[in-house]
């Protein structure tokens, strides 16, 4: 793995790649209370604008991190222009897989809690601040998320088909303007706005590496397993609507085809869990088989319209 950035545990460091060091110019050496991380494949256009969010938090001290994970095109270069900043890290992942992607992060962060953001999403100035309030507050919160609103392309609306079901699946997430601790794992916070603290990953093995996005697939429900796991161990999982982030949609994410798909994917996501979850037999057919077809019915509905 190659890892460039300043790593706060070394003065005068900036870069660390094929085991040389490159010192520049020094820094002051902080502790991060939270680590902000973009697991990205692959998403140069989005992916500088993700990084400059976290670079306006109003919050300190943190540091980011940026996990490029096996991408093919101008990410390093993205990344890399943003080092100067003496907040950023880039670590490359050669092992496709999101969750894959999102353990590296979190071993590398040097604070106790790790905070996603997408690579397509761009956080509001408060947003660390906002979730490391929380958890200061509540020995007892493993995980925690916010409020997510969509960015459209320019010049563009969204489609007249889009219901509010649709538009969760793309990111799309608001429980409300109050703070509220969730009981069911499908409230999870959504993983594109999404904090958890760095011990509890560890004790549960960190994220299953069978769900969550291997390239272009759409397998997810790493979160909701994460939340299962969090509620059977006595822990709690907050939605917090002040820590804001935005979901850019691409123009492929608003034609009917990519919701059929992801409603493939989501079916076989929801077996997966209820595997790893011990809960497979007649429930786990009757609910995998239901999401799907629910989601497939949801989608076909919608073509003729689109």
Known sequence: MVVEGNLGLFPDVDVIANDLLYFTHPIP????????????????????????????QTFEPYEVIVVDNASTDGTAEVAKARLSSGKVRYLYEPTLGLSV???????????PI?????????????????????????????????????LWPPNTQPPHWLSA?????????????????????????????YAIRKQFLQDVGGFDAHLGRVGKNLLSNEEQQMTRLALDHGWQVAYIPTALAAHNVSLARMQPSWFLSRSWWQGISESYREQASNTTGLWQLRSGGERLVRGLYKTVKYIPSA
Request: proline letters at 3%; charged letters at 20%.
């Open 101 to 111: 992607a999102r353990n590296t992060g979190a071993e590398a962060a040097q604070s």
């Open 165 to 193: 079901d649709l538009a969760s699946g793309l990111g799309a997430y608001d429980l409300g303007d109050q703070l509220v601790y969730i009981q069911q794992p499908s409230l999870t916070p959504r993983g594109l706005n």
């Open 114 to 150: 790790v905070a996603y953001l997408d690579d397509d999403a761009e956080a509001s100035e408060g947003w660390l601040a906002e979730l490391v309030k929380v958890f200061d507050a509540n020995a007892k919160v493993a995980i925690a998320g916010g409020k997510v609103t969509l």
């Open 29 to 56: 050496m902080v502790a991060p209370l939270i680590s902000a991380i973009i697991c990205t494949h692959n998403r140069e256009q989005y992916l500088g604008a993700a990084i400059d969010s976290l670079l306006a």
